[in-house]
């Protein structure tokens, strides 16, 4: 779409005539036709006040590969930023749930008694270590924050899931591990509000 089309169409959804914009603009009539019909290009001082009266970029009006704002670079390039950074925050808090569940399976196969293939278990569990290293490294150099921020709550959850179950193995039915996890819950979301809150995705929908 060409400077002239988008102008038209911005025009018209304003419901201006074009002696309105000319006012607006302060140019003749005669200028905003010869825009629209593409006879010539305004100069720059007139492309900004344009931009700034109807709310749109320059990219867009400028760029004839952009049918509307989303196509401009610049909101195409923070989309794109958007959905690295909540990409990034949701890999945290699945590598940390992965992570934290192979210790609640170990118990819960050792109390039933049930044989643990040890080589597949222990190769997800580096696996899950690995990503969550990787992970948690990116969040290490990329904040002024210091590592126990993240670190405190993530030792919590460990401890809590490795100990806790043993402890409350007394516990009928199984529900020791149970009472595990939901003990479990309250630090893991806190990893998660750091995580969310460093990758600038708001907490509880506040940006």
């Not at 304003?14 to 607006?24: G, H």
């Not at 931009?51 to 049918?67: E, I, N």
């Not at 590598?95 to 399976?105: D, N």
């Not at 939901?182 to 708001?202: R, T």
């Amino acid at each position: 779409m060409t400077f002239g089309e988008k102008l038209y169409r911005l025009r018209k959804e304003r419901k201006l005539s074009q002696e309105a914009l000319a006012s607006e603009l302060n140019v003749s009539r005669q200028a905003i036709s010869r825009w629209e019909l593409e006879e010539v290009v305004p100069d720059t001082a007139n492309v900004l006040a344009i931009s700034r009266m109807f709310g749109v970029s320059t990219d867009y009006l400028l760029r004839d590969d952009c049918d509307s704002e989303n196509d401009t670079p610049a909101v195409q390039s923070a989309e794109k930023s958007l959905k690295e950074r909540q990409m990034m925050a949701g890999a945290g808090f699945f590598a940390r749930c992965f992570a934290l569940g192979i210790p609640a399976i170990v118990h819960s196969n050792l109390r039933q008694e049930i044989e643990i293939n040890w080589v597949i278990l222990g190769g997800m569990a580096l696996l899950s270590c690995g990503i969550l290293f990787r992970l948690n490294w990116d969040y290490y150099t990329t904040t002024t924050k210091p590592a126990r921020v993240l670190l405190v709550p993530d030792m919590i959850c460990l401890a809590i899931i490795c100990i806790l179950p043993k402890a409350l193995d007394w516990v009928p039915y199984g529900y020791g591990l149970l009472i595990s996890q939901l003990a479990m819950v309250p630090f893991l979301l806190q990893s998660v509000k750091i995580l969310w809150l460093h990758y600038g995705l708001g907490w509880r929908g506040k940006m």
